[in-house]
């Protein structure tokens, strides 16, 4: 039996196909279907039907955190599936941002997505047990809120601002026979940040893969090049990544990475062993 995770939605896409800023991943993981975000608008449905998939299958959906990019198709995604529930950190509000220069613009997931759907999400806090082999996993590493700064991402309470601390922010880890694979779709919180949380968390298990952005899209050279080293340091094999990344930091990558590294894009099918 494999694991199988089909990207829906990324920047890139293959032929015959449509991308956007945003990120889907569909999870067949165990005999259970599990979508990870649903992109930035509904162009997952179209992806999914286009790739043979029926929104009617997914049996739990996880939001990896709560912006825009990954949570405006949850409208179509319960409009489409009456039944699976979506997961996401109870630290969830529609009360994110980002600045640029004097403004502040919202970035946030559909302001009243919490309330319209009550009934289909589910709030959860901890480390959490989604399903056989599939568990959420936030963070749990200090000073966070330094990221959320230096970023320009903060969140709002009333009038005031305050560094985002990336706390709505969520990891779904697989157990494979061939290890862990972590799937974090943009990874605010530091890629390697999330490696060691997950070794925390499983310290009796190996890492795998990591999938997802790396949000390197505006560090320098010399920055994703560390990232670049830092990742590899921690023996993960598999690493598959794209959105957030960019095309330029994405090359930087797969000079320290080498095959160990894999280009998210729309249609592509990564199966592993479980």
């Known amino acids: 039996m494999k694991t199988v995770m089909t990207v829906i939605v990324d920047n890139t896409a293959a ?163 061939r290890g862990l694979v972590i799937i974090n779709s943009c990874s605010h919180g530091g890629a390697v940040n999330i490696i060691n949380e997950v070794k925390a968390t499983f310290p009796d298990k190996q890492i795998y893969g990591l999938i997802g952005g790396f949000h390197l899209f505006n560090k320098s050279d010399e920055e994703v090049r560390r990232v670049g080293r830092e990742i590899k340091a921690t023996g993960v094999e598999y690493v598959c990544t794209g959105h957030c990344t960019g095309d330029r930091p994405y090359d930087i990558l797969k000079e320290e990475l080498g095959d160990r590294l894999e280009q998210l894009r729309v249609g592509l099918r990564i199966e592993k062993e479980v």
Not at 58 to 69: M, N
Not at 157 to 163: L, M
Request: charged share 30%.
């Open 15 to 177: 032929a015959g196909m449509r991308g956007e800023w945003g990120l889907s991943i569909l999870v067949e993981h165990r005999d259970q279907t599990i979508l990870v975000d649903a992109g930035a608008s509904d162009l997952f449905a179209e992806n999914m039907s286009k790739l043979g998939f029926d929104i009617k299958d997914v049996e739990f959906g996880v939001l990896s955190h709560a912006h825009y990019d990954h949570a405006n198709g949850l409208p179509t995604f319960f409009e489409q599936n009456s039944k699976a529930k979506f997961y996401l950190r109870d630290q969830t509000a529609a009360d994110c941002y980002g600045k640029k220069f004097i403004f502040r613009k919202y970035i946030g997931i559909p302001k009243s997505l919490i309330d319209d759907y009550a009934d289909r999400i589910s709030l959860v806090s901890g480390d959490y047990e989604l399903c056989d082999g599939a568990y959420l996993v936030p963070h749990k590493t200090n000073g966070l809120a330094e990221i959320g700064r230096r970023e320009k991402m903060y969140r709002r309470t009333g009038s005031r601002f305050r560094p985002d601390d990336f706390s709505h922010e969520q990891s779904l880890v697989l157990d494979t026979e």
